[in-house]
């Protein structure tokens, strides 16, 4: 190669660096999107925008949630997935989409870890395995058994196909050998409106929506997944207390983590990250995650990304048995 092509590439590629340094240095400069799978009032919907606001405040910078529900997040994620790798328009998910769905599902048109950039986890929330009030049962056990003597009887509601509580209650399905029909909604919030409603027999609700209607009797938990009790429910037991060893060792129900498109610089990613950290730690971020039953989650883009690599071979194993389409 000639000395003058030599320098001419050297110079292209400082000026990329030189470019790439003002963008993140920049960044950002005008307002910043952040779509959500849901509509207004779910799980995920609440986080993107406590976390929203926050980060308006600490980039100086409109920040817009977007509600894209329907079609299992894709009306969100593939947007993204096509979106410049800018940090202009992000995606705030969760387990469903970053490693459940597409775990089990051979239709998705998206791959978590080829097409998306890992930003950092937000949020934590568990579950409650409960039942409409006046269902006869009052233990996992009961549950299973229960299922067990009218199969097909019991329907079952989540937030869509391929949510967390939709492919979680196959997962428990396919684990206890139960017959439950599948109603899909579009949020975790019509979810347990059903089911104090009457109209739901059994759900994984997520603790933000279930507790007060379990603490006021409008609907019974019969467990609560994750590693401990909870303080505002101190009598239901956890999954690992009760007696069905088939669902002991399931973890934490739910995470909540902000991604972007492939490809994203990593000054950007690191000035997202830094600032949802900062975000993560505030008194009143805490504040208000445990209001909605939750707890901030924080840790490095690697940290994330390697989360997803390694839940993913897991719930591949999952779909080998539970066959998850739109169709």
Not at 158 to 174: P, V
Not at 231 to 252: F, H, I, Q, R, S
Request: hydrophobic fraction near 45%; charged fraction near 20%.
């Amino acid at each position: 190669m000639r000395a003058g092509t030599i320098f001419r590439t050297l110079a292209f590629f400082g000026l990329c660096a030189l470019a790439l340094g003002a963008s993140a240095q920049d960044y950002p400069s005008r307002p910043i999107r952040i779509l959500v799978g849901f509509a207004a009032g779910g799980g995920v919907d609440s986080v993107a925008r406590l976390y929203a606001a926050k980060l308006q405040e600490v980039l100086n910078m409109s920040v817009i949630v977007e509600n894209k529900p329907g079609a299992s997040e894709l009306l969100a994620a593939m947007p993204v997935t096509r979106a410049a790798p800018d940090g202009y328009t992000l995606w705030m998910t969760s387990a469903s989409s970053l490693v459940r769905g597409p775990g089990v599902r051979t239709d998705l048109p998206y791959n978590p870890l080829k097409q998306l950039t890992f930003i950092s986890r937000v949020a934590e929330v568990e579950a409650l395995y409960v039942v409409k009030s006046s269902l006869p049962v009052h233990s996992v056990r009961e549950l299973m058994d229960y299922a067990k003597a009218h199969p097909g009887k019991l329907n079952y509601g989540s937030a869509g196909i391929g949510s967390s509580n939709h492919l979680l209650t196959e997962q428990f399905r396919l684990l206890t050998k139960i017959d439950m029909v599948h109603v899909p909604f579009k949020s975790d919030a019509e979810v347990t409106r059903e089911l104090t409603g009457g109209t739901l027999d059994f759900a994984m609700a997520i603790t933000t929506f279930a507790t007060p209607f379990v603490k006021d009797g409008r609907i019974r938990a019969v467990a609560v997944t994750g590693p401990q009790r909870l303080a505002e429910l101190p009598n239901v037991p956890t999954l690992e207390e009760g007696d069905v060893a088939e669902v002991k060792g399931l973890g934490t129900y739910l995470f909540y983590g902000l991604v972007g498109p492939a490809g994203m610089p990593a000054p950007i990613v690191g000035k997202l990250n830094d600032a949802l950290t900062r975000i993560a730690q505030m008194p009143e971020t805490v504040q208000k995650l445990k209001v909605l039953s939750m707890r901030p989650a924080m840790g490095s883009p690697r940290d994330f990304r390697n989360l997803i690599e390694t839940e993913l071979p897991k719930w591949k194993e999952v779909g080998k048995s539970v066959k998850i389409s739109n169709s």
